[in-house]
Protein backbone atom coordinates (compact mmCIF):
# COMPACT_ATOMS: atom_id res chain seq x y z
CA UNK A 1 0.00 0.00 0.00
CA UNK A 2 1.07 3.57 -0.18
CA UNK A 3 3.22 4.81 2.49
CA UNK A 4 5.01 8.09 3.27
CA UNK A 5 8.59 8.27 5.53
CA UNK A 6 9.33 11.85 7.42
CA UNK A 7 13.09 12.34 8.71
CA UNK A 8 12.51 11.86 12.37
CA UNK A 9 12.66 14.81 15.01
CA UNK A 10 12.33 16.75 16.54
CA UNK A 11 14.16 19.62 15.01
CA UNK A 12 15.43 22.37 16.96
CA UNK A 13 16.84 25.44 14.93
CA UNK A 14 17.59 29.27 15.73
CA UNK A 15 15.64 31.58 14.26
CA UNK A 16 16.67 32.39 10.15
CA UNK A 17 18.30 29.50 10.16
CA UNK A 18 17.18 27.33 7.00
CA UNK A 19 15.06 24.10 7.21
CA UNK A 20 15.03 21.19 5.18
CA UNK A 21 12.57 18.30 6.62
CA UNK A 22 12.58 15.20 4.24
CA UNK A 23 9.52 13.33 3.08
CA UNK A 24 9.66 10.16 0.33
CA UNK A 25 6.85 8.30 -0.22
CA UNK A 26 6.01 4.93 -2.04
CA UNK A 27 3.01 4.92 -4.35
CA UNK A 28 1.38 3.19 -7.44
CA UNK A 29 0.70 5.74 -10.19
CA UNK A 30 0.93 9.09 -9.78
CA UNK A 31 0.06 10.85 -6.23
CA UNK A 32 -0.50 14.54 -5.59
CA UNK A 33 1.66 14.93 -2.46
CA UNK A 34 0.72 17.66 0.17
CA UNK A 35 2.52 19.07 3.29
CA UNK A 36 0.21 20.10 6.41
CA UNK A 37 1.15 21.91 9.79
CA UNK A 38 -0.34 21.52 13.02
CA UNK A 39 0.50 24.53 15.02
CA UNK A 40 -0.18 23.85 18.90
CA UNK A 41 -3.70 23.07 20.31
CA UNK A 42 -4.95 23.39 16.52
CA UNK A 43 -5.98 20.99 13.97
CA UNK A 44 -3.92 20.52 10.76
CA UNK A 45 -4.15 23.23 7.87
CA UNK A 46 -3.05 22.63 4.24
CA UNK A 47 0.64 24.07 3.71
CA UNK A 48 1.17 23.54 0.86
CA UNK A 49 0.72 20.94 -2.42
CA UNK A 50 2.35 19.90 -5.58
CA UNK A 51 0.20 17.95 -8.14
CA UNK A 52 2.48 16.12 -10.70
CA UNK A 53 5.94 15.64 -11.12
CA UNK A 54 8.43 18.64 -11.08
CA UNK A 55 6.01 20.92 -9.59
CA UNK A 56 7.01 23.37 -7.26
CA UNK A 57 4.40 23.81 -4.15
CA UNK A 58 4.87 27.43 -2.27
CA UNK A 59 3.34 29.17 0.65
CA UNK A 60 4.48 31.67 3.81
CA UNK A 61 8.13 30.93 2.35
CA UNK A 62 7.86 26.82 2.78
CA UNK A 63 8.46 25.38 -0.15
CA UNK A 64 8.51 21.48 -2.07
CA UNK A 65 9.49 20.22 -5.47
CA UNK A 66 7.55 16.74 -6.27
CA UNK A 67 10.84 14.63 -7.70
CA UNK A 68 9.63 11.61 -8.85
CA UNK A 69 12.76 10.20 -9.64
CA UNK A 70 13.47 10.35 -6.49
CA UNK A 71 9.91 9.43 -5.10
CA UNK A 72 10.67 12.81 -2.16
CA UNK A 73 8.78 16.14 -1.84
CA UNK A 74 11.54 17.92 0.65
CA UNK A 75 9.95 20.32 2.91
CA UNK A 76 12.66 23.58 2.72
CA UNK A 77 12.31 27.74 4.16
CA UNK A 78 15.42 30.04 3.77
CA UNK A 79 14.98 31.77 7.01
CA UNK A 80 12.31 29.93 9.92
CA UNK A 81 10.99 32.22 12.60
CA UNK A 82 9.38 31.32 16.09
CA UNK A 83 6.12 31.42 14.68
CA UNK A 84 7.06 28.63 12.49
CA UNK A 85 7.26 26.42 15.49
CA UNK A 86 4.76 23.23 14.85
CA UNK A 87 4.28 19.80 13.47
CA UNK A 88 4.32 19.68 9.99
CA UNK A 89 3.09 16.64 8.26
CA UNK A 90 3.83 14.68 4.48
CA UNK A 91 1.17 13.78 2.81
CA UNK A 92 -0.24 12.00 -0.35
CA UNK A 93 -3.43 11.77 -1.80
CA UNK A 94 -4.09 8.49 -3.85
CA UNK A 95 -7.39 7.76 -5.51
CA UNK A 96 -9.33 4.47 -4.32
CA UNK A 97 -12.68 2.75 -5.53
CA UNK A 98 -15.84 1.92 -2.94
CA UNK A 99 -19.17 0.75 -4.26
CA UNK A 100 -18.22 2.40 -7.65
CA UNK A 101 -17.14 5.52 -6.33
CA UNK A 102 -13.64 7.20 -6.85
CA UNK A 103 -12.56 8.77 -3.73
CA UNK A 104 -9.15 10.63 -2.46
CA UNK A 105 -7.42 9.11 0.35
CA UNK A 106 -4.58 10.76 2.21
CA UNK A 107 -1.57 8.97 3.66
CA UNK A 108 0.12 10.71 6.22
CA UNK A 109 4.07 10.67 7.54
CA UNK A 110 4.35 10.31 11.08
CA UNK A 111 5.11 14.24 11.58
CA UNK A 112 8.21 16.38 12.42
CA UNK A 113 8.08 18.42 15.36
CA UNK A 114 9.82 21.69 14.64
CA UNK A 115 11.27 24.30 17.08
CA UNK A 116 12.19 27.62 16.55
CA UNK A 117 14.27 29.83 19.22
CA UNK A 118 14.79 33.14 19.55
CA UNK B 1 -16.60 31.02 9.13
CA UNK B 2 -16.13 27.60 8.06
CA UNK B 3 -15.24 25.83 10.20
CA UNK B 4 -15.33 21.82 11.79
CA UNK B 5 -15.86 21.37 15.11
CA UNK B 6 -15.57 18.86 17.52
CA UNK B 7 -16.64 17.90 21.34
CA UNK B 8 -15.51 17.59 23.76
CA UNK B 9 -11.76 18.78 23.27
CA UNK B 10 -10.38 16.99 26.14
CA UNK B 11 -12.18 13.84 28.06
CA UNK B 12 -10.80 11.57 30.74
CA UNK B 13 -13.25 8.46 31.22
CA UNK B 14 -12.49 4.70 32.48
CA UNK B 15 -12.62 1.50 30.73
CA UNK B 16 -15.84 0.48 29.50
CA UNK B 17 -17.91 3.17 29.54
CA UNK B 18 -19.85 4.36 26.09
CA UNK B 19 -18.57 7.75 25.31
CA UNK B 20 -19.54 9.89 21.69
CA UNK B 21 -17.26 12.31 20.87
CA UNK B 22 -19.44 14.78 18.26
CA UNK B 23 -18.02 16.52 14.73
CA UNK B 24 -20.07 18.95 12.92
CA UNK B 25 -18.90 21.41 9.76
CA UNK B 26 -20.80 23.91 8.29
CA UNK B 27 -19.44 23.63 4.74
CA UNK B 28 -21.94 21.63 3.33
CA UNK B 29 -18.56 18.65 2.57
CA UNK B 30 -19.70 15.07 1.44
CA UNK B 31 -16.64 13.86 2.58
CA UNK B 32 -15.91 13.23 6.35
CA UNK B 33 -13.53 11.37 8.46
CA UNK B 34 -12.18 10.22 11.50
CA UNK B 35 -8.08 10.10 12.74
CA UNK B 36 -6.16 9.61 15.67
CA UNK B 37 -2.89 10.88 15.76
CA UNK B 38 -0.08 9.27 17.94
CA UNK B 39 3.35 10.11 18.96
CA UNK B 40 5.48 8.40 15.94
CA UNK B 41 2.76 6.68 14.00
CA UNK B 42 1.63 10.44 12.42
CA UNK B 43 -2.49 10.42 11.23
CA UNK B 44 -4.02 7.50 11.09
CA UNK B 45 -8.02 6.73 9.38
CA UNK B 46 -10.66 5.48 11.67
CA UNK B 47 -13.17 5.56 9.30
CA UNK B 48 -14.91 7.89 6.73
CA UNK B 49 -18.07 8.52 4.74
CA UNK B 50 -18.62 10.17 1.48
CA UNK B 51 -21.91 11.12 2.05
CA UNK B 52 -25.16 10.65 4.39
CA UNK B 53 -25.57 6.82 5.63
CA UNK B 54 -22.21 5.88 3.47
CA UNK B 55 -19.74 5.00 5.78
CA UNK B 56 -17.07 2.47 5.51
CA UNK B 57 -13.41 1.37 7.51
CA UNK B 58 -10.08 3.39 7.53
CA UNK B 59 -6.97 1.92 8.58
CA UNK B 60 -7.63 1.14 12.16
CA UNK B 61 -11.37 0.84 12.54
CA UNK B 62 -11.59 -1.53 15.51
CA UNK B 63 -13.35 -0.48 18.88
CA UNK B 64 -14.91 2.67 16.98
CA UNK B 65 -18.61 2.65 15.09
CA UNK B 66 -19.57 5.79 13.39
CA UNK B 67 -22.54 7.01 11.82
CA UNK B 68 -23.94 9.60 9.10
CA UNK B 69 -27.63 10.77 9.01
CA UNK B 70 -27.40 14.15 8.77
CA UNK B 71 -24.50 15.62 6.19
CA UNK B 72 -22.98 17.96 8.58
CA UNK B 73 -22.46 15.41 11.27
CA UNK B 74 -20.48 12.36 11.85
CA UNK B 75 -20.38 11.14 15.35
CA UNK B 76 -17.47 8.70 16.55
CA UNK B 77 -19.10 6.07 19.24
CA UNK B 78 -16.46 3.90 21.62
CA UNK B 79 -18.59 1.80 23.03
CA UNK B 80 -16.44 -0.24 25.15
CA UNK B 81 -13.31 2.08 25.52
CA UNK B 82 -10.09 0.86 26.39
CA UNK B 83 -6.60 2.22 27.54
CA UNK B 84 -4.79 1.69 24.24
CA UNK B 85 -7.58 4.41 22.49
CA UNK B 86 -6.15 6.88 24.70
CA UNK B 87 -4.96 9.39 21.79
CA UNK B 88 -6.11 12.71 19.94
CA UNK B 89 -8.54 12.23 17.31
CA UNK B 90 -9.29 14.55 14.53
CA UNK B 91 -12.16 15.08 12.47
CA UNK B 92 -12.51 16.20 8.97
CA UNK B 93 -14.03 17.04 6.20
CA UNK B 94 -13.78 17.83 2.21
CA UNK B 95 -15.48 18.26 -0.95
CA UNK B 96 -15.73 14.41 -2.35
CA UNK B 97 -13.39 15.59 -5.42
CA UNK B 98 -10.70 17.20 -4.01
CA UNK B 99 -10.69 14.85 -0.87
CA UNK B 100 -7.15 16.21 -0.30
CA UNK B 101 -7.74 19.15 0.59
CA UNK B 102 -9.38 18.20 4.13
CA UNK B 103 -10.29 21.00 6.97
CA UNK B 104 -9.52 19.79 10.23
CA UNK B 105 -11.38 19.97 13.53
CA UNK B 106 -9.27 21.20 16.65
CA UNK B 107 -9.20 17.85 17.72
CA UNK B 108 -10.41 15.62 21.38
CA UNK B 109 -7.77 14.34 23.58
CA UNK B 110 -8.79 11.29 24.71
CA UNK B 111 -7.62 9.44 28.10
CA UNK B 112 -8.80 5.99 29.00
CA UNK B 113 -7.84 4.84 32.43
Known amino acids: GDSVTQMEGPVTLSEEAFLTINCTYTATGYPSLFWYVQYPGEGLQLLLK?????DKGSNKGFEATYRKETTSFHLEKGSVQVSDSAVYFC?????????????????FGQGTILTVHP | EAQVTQNPRYLITVTGKKLTVTCSQN?????MSWYRQDPGLGLRQIYYSMNVEVTDKGDVPEGYKVSRKEKRNFPLILESPSPNQTSLYFC????????????FGPGTRLTVT
Open chain 1, 91 to 107: ALYSISNAGGTSYGKLT
Open chain 2, 92 to 103: ASSYLRGAYEQY
Open chain 2, 27 to 31: MNHEY
Open chain 1, 50 to 54: ATKAD
